[in-house]
């Protein structure tokens, strides 16, 4: 039998995009979406179609890697409340699509593991 480990500090294991288990240093998607969430909130500046693009690329983000919503959820979820109930047309839909984008991960992480559950 092999010996189960933590993994190294710093290391994260979480589902990528291949749907299976990798390994990556965290901070780095967490920066990213950072960075991300910056330019949706409007923070620098940018006319709202570069904002928009900040909202579809925080939406690809927590599809592929819902493990980055642990780290970001402190800033995301408020923005979301925010531009959700008060921005203008466009970026209320891009939220409203990250939104989707959340619980349709969701969902399928639960169904993949009622599906390990069943295997066992």
């Known amino acids: 039998l092999t010996e189960l480990r933590a993994p190294p ?9 291949s749907r299976g288990l990798v390994e990556r240093r965290s901070g780095g998607l967490e ?3 950072e960075s991300v969430l910056v330019i949706a909130a409007g923070e620098t500046s940018d006319p709202n179609p570069v904002r928009v693009e900040g909202w579809r690329a925080a939406a690809s983000i927590l599809r592929h890697d819902l493990a980055v919503l642990d ?3 402190s800033r995301l979820g408020p923005l979301l409340r925010a531009h959700l109930s008060d921005a ?3 970026l209320r839909i891009q939220a409203a699509k990250v939104v989707e984008s959340l619980v349709g991960a969701v969902e399928e992480r ?3 593991e009622e599906e390990e559950g069943a295997a066992k």
């Open 110 to 112: 639960e169904e993949e």
């Open 31 to 33: 920066q990213v979406m």
């Open 88 to 90: 203008p047309l466009p």
């Open 9 to 17: 500090k710093g290391v994260v294991l979480g589902f990528g995009p």
């Open 71 to 73: 780290e970001t959820w």
